[in-house]
C-alpha cells in the first residue's frame, strides 16, 4: 500500500512539474518575443544618432560628441536608454557614403533570461529544496541592422516632381556642367555650350502629368507607370532633334519613374541658433547678417526681406525660417563670394524683389529645403536662381525671364512662359545629406 502511495505522489509529483515547466517556458517565450520587439525602437535610436553625426559632421569630424575611433577603422558610440539598462553599440564606418551598423539591447524582463533553479524539469523543486532561488540578473537580447547611406538628392536632371510638371509658352529646359570648361564658361552657363541630358521627370501616373506649351526640353522627360506627356507645340529630344523636330524624339520618353521623396526635418531646434541682426558689410547696410565665421546655425520666425532689410551671408552657415520668407521690391539675399547656405523655410517662400543673389554663381553653394509644412514656393526675382530646392510638399512656381541653373525637386512645378531652367550636371558630385539608402538586418 505504501509502494502504491509513493508512486502515485511519484507520477502526481512528475505531471505537476512537467506543467509547471510548460507553463513558464511559454511565458519566458512570450516575454522574450515582447523584448525582442522593444529591441527594435532602441536599434533605430542608435541609427538616428549616426544619422544626426553625419548630418552635422559629414565624414570628416567623427571624433566629436564622445564618438570614438577603434583598432577596427570604424567611428564608435554606445548610450543607455531608459531605467531598464537598455543600450545601443553603433558604428560608422568612414567611407563615401558611410556605412551604419547599430544594435540595440534591451533586458529580458520577468527574469526570462534563464529559468530559477535550472532549466530541467525538476530544476523549480530541486531550487526550492537546496534554496538557490535568487533570481539570476536578465540576459541581454539583441537585434542589429547594417545601414546603407547615399547623399540626398535635389533631382537627378533638373525638375523632379510628385505630380503635375507644366511648360508654359516658350520655356525650355537643358543642362550645363559648370564644373566643366567645355560646358560652361568661368563655370556659369553658356548657351553656346550647352547639353542636353536635362529630365523632367514626376511619379505621377496621370494623362498628361507632364505638360508642355510651345516648350523644349534638350533631354528627356519621364512619368509613374501609365501616365502620359501632353506635347502642344513642343519638342523633347536631343539638341539636334530640337533644333529641327516638333514632338518627341523615340527613345526620350518614358513612364517608368518611382522615385522616393524623403521628408525635410528641422535642421536643429528652433532658437537654439543665433538671430541675424543688421550690421554694415562691405559699405552696404544689411537688414539680416548671416556670418558663418560666428555660428553656423541662424534661425527667425518668419523673414520679410525688402528694401531697407536686405539680406547678406557669409561663411557656411544654416538658416532655418520658421515662417513665411518673402523678398520684395528692392529686397535680395546675397551670397558673399566664398559663402554657402542651407536656407530651411517651414512656412511659404514668395522671393520675388531681386531675388537670391549667389556671389560663387555655383548650384552647390545654395540649397533651399522647404519642410514638410511649406506648401508654396515662388521665384520671380530679377536676379537668376542659381542653386537647388528639395520641396517635397509643396508647389513650385517659377517666373520671369531672369532663368533657374541647378536643380529643383518638388510637389508639383510649373514653369511659366520665357523661363530658362538648366540642370547643372555637376551636382551628381556635389555634397548632399546622407539618407538611408537601404535597411537590413543582420
Excluded at 108 to 123: E, Q, V
Excluded at 397 to 405: C, D
Aim: aromatic fraction near 10%; charged fraction near 10%.
Amino acid at each position: 500500500m505504501l509502494l502504491v502511495t509513493l508512486l502515485t505522489a511519484w507520477v502526481i509529483g512528475i505531471s505537476l512539474v512537467s506543467y509547471l515547466t510548460l507553463v513558464a517556458n511559454q511565458n519566458r517565450s512570450t516575454f522574450h518575443s515582447l523584448t525582442w520587439n522593444t529591441c527594435v525602437p532602441v536599434m533605430e535610436a542608435g541609427i538616428e544618432e549616426a544619422l544626426t553625426q553625419l548630418h552635422y559632421n559629414s565624414i570628416t569630424n567623427l571624433l566629436s560628441n564622445r564618438w570614438t575611433f577603434g583598432i577596427d577603422g570604424l567611428y564608435h558610440k554606445r548610450r543607455y536608454i531608459g531605467a531598464d539598462g537598455s543600450y545601443y553599440e553603433t558604428t560608422i564606418q568612414p567611407v563615401d557614403p558611410p556605412v551604419i551598423v547599430s544594435t540595440g539591447y534591451a533586458a529580458a524582463p520577468a527574469n526570462t533570461g534563464k529559468p530559477m533553479g535550472g532549466s530541467s524539469a525538476f530544476g523549480m523543486i530541486l531550487g526550492a529544496v537546496s534554496g538557490s532561488l535568487t533570481p539570476p540578473a536578465p540576459v541581454m537580447v539583441s537585434r542589429m541592422a547594417r545601414v546603407t547611406t547615399k547623399k540626398q538628392s535635389s533631382g537627378s536632371g533638373g525638375l523632379t516632381a510628385k505630380g503635375a510638371i507644366q511648360f508654359e509658352g516658350n520655356s525650355y529646359l537643358d543642362s550645363f556642367d559648370s564644373s566643366d570648361s567645355n560646358y560652361s564658361t568661368n563655370g556659369i552657363y553658356d548657351p553656346a555650350k550647352r547639353k542636353d541630358k536635362a529630365m523632367a521627370l514626376t511619379n505621377s501616373k496621370a494623362n498628361g502629368a507632364i505638360k508642355m506649351s510651345s516648350a523644349m526640353i534638350y533631354g528627356s522627360a519621364t512619368t509613374g507607370p501609365g501616365g502620359s506627356v501632353t506635347i502642344a507645340g513642343g519638342t523633347i529630344g536631343d539638341a539636334a532633334w530640337v533644333a529641327g523636330q516638333s514632338g518627341a524624339q523615340a527613345g526620350h520618353v518614358e513612364n517608368d519613374a518611382n522615385v522616393q521623396f524623403e521628408d525635410v526635418s528641422a535642421p536643429f531646434t528652433f532658437a537654439s541658433g543665433l538671430t541675424p541682426i543688421d550690421g554694415i558689410v562691405g559699405a552696404t547696410n544689411y537688414g539680416y547678417v548671416v556670418d558663418g565665421a560666428v555660428q553656423q546655425n541662424y534661425n527667425l520666425p518668419s523673414a520679410n526681406v525688402d528694401d531697407t532689410h536686405p539680406m547678406i551671408v557669409t561663411g557656411n552657415a544654416t538658416l532655418y525660417i520658421d515662417g513665411n520668407l518673402v523678398v520684395s521690391g528692392g529686397g535680395f539675399i546675397y551670397l558673399d563670394p566664398g559663402a554657402s547656405l542651407k536656407l530651411y523655410v517651414g512656412g511659404s517662400a514668395d522671393i520675388g524683389g531681386m531675388g537670391i543673389i549667389t556671389g560663387t554663381a555655383r548650384a552647390k553653394d545654395l540649397s533651399i529645403y522647404a519642410l514638410n509644412t511649406c506648401t508654396s514656393i515662388g521665384y520671380t526675382g530679377t536676379s537668376p536662381l542659381i542653386g537647388t530646392v528639395y520641396a517635397p510638399y509643396a508647389a513650385f512656381t517659377f517666373s520671369g525671364t531672369a532663368g533657374g541653373f541647378g536643380a529643383f525637386s518638388a510637389n508639383s512645378i510649373t514653369i511659366s512662359s520665357g523661363m530658362h531652367v538648366a540642370f547643372d550636371e555637376s551636382l551628381n558630385a556635389a555634397k548632399g545629406e546622407y539618407v538611408v539608402a537601404s535597411w537590413n538586418e543582420l
